[in-house]
């Protein structure tokens, strides 16, 4: 009963549950921050397919009402391709916005390696809140016996 | 009534205008964004009265439901704009750093907060959420310490993944129903209790709890409250925290009072003030204890949640706005005590009122007798007893040991400020903001304060709001119904 058939549809859904996937996967392993930008680039298009889905019919045609159309023809839902549209364009906003944040870390750190990007951050406030770095699970307590807090 | 569209207009346009007038003057420019929020606050309190017990919907350009666009009002979200706007007000940039470009950003983050708490619409919803989260964006990687572009680019990554969750949730909603309109899906509610409807409501949480400070996915707060100005962090742990979660309220109240989606409020939730408690028992300097201490707090909101209906929203709107006046308090007075504990040794003696405000804020933060913190943790232990499953009585245990946890850390705190102060150490430099941030700071507390005798009837009135929000019959109605819609556009 389970069985699914292969249709049009179901492979353009399951290519873009797998876009999606991909792009959260590389969000997460990834530690080259541009890399991330771009797996974020392909979560938002596994997204937008999968919103732009649910309005297809197949077969349909775009919904506009021409003359001469007989009534029975079937079309695409309009409004999940109006939905992705506003998306999309928040989308590149926010990517574009992301790569001028990453020329900025990069002229602040010399690095795109989110590890030590972190690391600089971490101590970066911490020495703006003139404590020592907090622990990290790798290294416990090595950080925080050693320098102690500035008086 | 109509008028409603000057909350998202006016603050939009001021916005976008607020740099272009700064070239001509300063001063007007200078002056439009607090004009514009002052005029909200106004606006508001007239339309107070109007709503009245009965709440009442805008269609925006006359397109009736379920295909236009439609706003709700009533007490609840007209609540939330005043406060969105008193909260802009007290944290409004005067003379700071890049103030023009901060200006123009807080004016966007109040339009897209206003739209948020007024909006009927679940892709409106996200549209708003996403504009809120780029004003924010902008805000924190526009902080002048150094490792503030590194903090912003880490949320900005968090923070759309989380909203990427929320459209696909809401795209999984769509093609179940076919229609995005809250009222619309309200009234099929059946279709949406199948497994796909609740794998969609638990993206919509995750997405929208990226900025709620939810358990798993609020790594990026103390990085971004470390590098902000304590005015920005106490909005953004104040105001913007709360206003994800009444995104999730609005769907979560409407379409899934569902005894699984239930449940997993609840687990969020105590995972979520565990964890805060234990790291900021661990913390050594303020900012990131206080930014602990607020994901552990927006966890109790995620645990009041889970009691179902009014009672919940009830608990949880108290909550969040106790949470809002004492954290949103308590991040303004860290601006007056920057460094590590050590530093601030016998901070409370040289200044004694600085030490009765902080008293106060952690006194009612914990729940201690006469402040209003107390009755609010004390209904929401009562209303969790009378549940019967198991996972609630666990609730109980973990809200009354994290405030033993919170209790020994800010009582440590407390101890270190008291203390007497042998060595002659330098005072802490002030910052710019510090004094004006004192006396909001002495305000908040004044509130805080001044509430207490009034606990019982403004309890009551959040009753009767959360009573008014909870009505689902009332909200598909008011929406749905189409008389009234004449000439309403």
Redesign the interface.
């Known amino acids: 009963m389970m069985s699914i058939e292969v249709t049009i549809e179901n492979i353009l859904y399951f290519g873009a549950i797998s876009l999606s996937l991909i792009g959260l996967f590389g969000m997460m392993m990834l530690q080259n921050v541009f890399r991330i930008l771009l797996s974020l680039v392909l979560l938002e298009a596994g997204a937008n397919l999968l919103l732009v889905l649910s309005g297809v019919r197949i077969g349909g045609v775009a919904p506009i009402i021409t003359e001469g159309m007989s009534a029975g023809v079937v079309m695409n839902d309009p409004v999940p391709q109006a939905l992705v549209l506003t998306a999309i364009v928040i989308g590149v906003g926010i990517q574009a916005l992301a790569l001028a944040l990453i020329f900025r870390v990069k002229r602040n750190y010399g690095t795109l390696d989110l590890r030590k990007i972190r690391e600089k951050l971490e101590k970066d406030i911490a020495v703006s809140n003139e404590v020592s770095a907090p622990g990290s699970y790798q290294a416990p307590e090595k950080l925080t016996e050693s320098t102690g807090a500035n008086q | 009534m109509n008028k409603m569209i000057l909350l998202i207009a006016l603050p939009l346009l001021a916005a976008f205008l607020i740099p272009v007038v700064a070239k001509f003057s300063a001063t007007v420019s200078r002056l439009l964004g607090p004009v514009v929020l002052a005029f909200v606050l106004v606006f508001v309190a007239l339309q107070w009265n109007v709503v009245g017990r009965d709440s009442f919907a805008i269609f925006l350009g006359g397109f009736l439901p379920p295909v236009g666009i439609v706003f709700y009002v009533d007490h609840f979200s007209l609540m939330f704009s005043a406060i969105i706007a008193a909260m802009l007000l007290v944290v409004w940039p005067w003379g700071q750093y890049t103030a023009i470009r901060q200006q123009s950003l807080y004016m966007l983050l109040a339009a897209s907060s206003f739209g948020l708490v007024l909006s009927s619409d679940l892709?409106n919803l996200?549209?708003f959420y996403?504009l809120l989260?780029?004003a924010t964006?902008?805000l924190v990687?526009n902080q002048p310490?150094?490792?503030a572009?590194?903090?912003?680019?880490?949320y900005?990554?968090v923070s759309?993944?989380g909203s990427?969750m929320l459209?696909?949730g809401?795209?999984?909603i769509?093609?179940i129903t076919?229609t995005?309109n809250i009222a619309h899906l309200a009234t099929m509610i059946g279709k949406l209790h199948g497994l796909a409807g609740l794998s969609a409501f638990i993206l919509i949480v995750v997405g929208a709890g990226v900025k709620a400070e939810m358990f798993p996915v609020n790594s990026w707060v103390?990085?971004v409250y470390?590098?902000s100005s304590k005015s920005l962090s106490a909005l953004l742990a104040g105001l913007i925290s709360k206003l994800a979660v009444v995104l999730i309220l609005r769907v979560l109240l409407m379409l899934f009072q569902v005894d699984v989606v239930l449940d997993l409020l609840l687990v969020v939730g105590i995972l979520g003030v565990l964890s805060g408690e234990m790291v900021a028992w661990?913390?050594?300097?303020v900012?990131?204890m206080l930014s602990f201490s607020s994901i552990a707090q927006l966890g109790l909101v995620f645990v009041a949640l889970s009691l179902s209906g009014t009672i919940g929203l009830w608990l949880a709107v108290g909550l969040m706005l106790h949470h809002l006046l004492v954290k949103g308090g308590l991040f303004l007075l860290a601006d007056s005590m920057?460094?590590?504990?050590?530093?601030l040794k016998g901070l409370a003696r040289r200044s004694p009122i600085l030490g009765a405000i902080f008293l106060i804020f952690i006194f009612s933060l914990l729940g201690i007798p006469p402040f209003p913190g107390f009755w609010i943790k004390l209904m929401l232990v009562i209303n969790l007893a009378q549940q019967d499953d198991v996972l609630y009585q666990i609730a109980i245990g973990v809200v009354l040991f994290a405030t033993v946890i919170e209790a020994s850390y800010l009582f440590k705190l407390v101890r270190i400020m008291y203390q007497k102060n042998d060595?002659n150490?330098i005072k802490p430099p002030q910052t710019s903001t510090s004094g004006m941030n004192l006396l909001y700071a002495k305000f908040f507390a004044l509130i805080v304060v001044v509430s207490m005798p009034f606990v019982s009837p403004i309890s009551d009135r959040l009753k009767d709001m959360s009573r008014q929000s909870v009505n689902a019959e009332n909200y598909i109605e008011t929406i749905m119904s189409q008389p009234k819609l004449g000439g309403q556009s």
Do not use: M, Q, W
Request: aromatic share 12%; glycine share 10%; charged share 20%.
């Open positions: 892709f996200y549209v996403e989260a780029v964006y902008g990687a310490h150094k490792a572009p590194a903090a912003a680019l880490r900005l990554f759309c993944a990427v459209l696909i809401i795209g999984i769509y093609t076919g995005l103390p990085e470390g590098t661990r913390a050594k300097d900012t990131r920057p460094g590590s504990f050590n530093s060595e150490i």
